[in-house]
């Protein structure tokens, strides 16, 4: 399916649910997330209503290979220092065991400064 009515990420791709965006093509869309884990912390998600990782399959590789080799440039854009001194933690979660609450597909980047960690 292309879009999902009830689905609040298919609502911010389409401008129905205001977004601070951070980056939009024919395929993808990224946005900051509303409560971040991180000074820096942003969402990519296709623009193809897959409600998660476990519906990925090989018809979706070239997607994905976008959204991976898209968040690296995005980090930095966004303020993440580079590798690696700096860097940045990407995060699917996946079902409910897998911590996901919404449930379209999106990987998290998130970097900055984060006092929790060591090294
Ligand atoms: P997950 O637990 O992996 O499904 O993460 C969903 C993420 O979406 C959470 O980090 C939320 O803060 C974020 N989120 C939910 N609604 C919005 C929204 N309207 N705009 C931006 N981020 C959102």
Known sequence: MSADANCIFCKIVAGQIPSRKVFEDEDLFAFHDIAPWAPVHFLIIPKLHIPSMA???????????????????LAIEQGCRPYPEG?????????????????????????GPRPWLKG
């Open 87 to 111: 860097g940045f933690r990407i995060v699917t979660n996946t079902g409910a065991e897998g911590g996901q609450e919404v449930h379209h597909l999106h990987v998290h980047v998130m970097g």
């Open 55 to 73: 519906q990925v399959g090989p018809e979706h590789a070239a997607l994905m290979g976008k959204i991976m080799t898209l968040a690296p440039q």
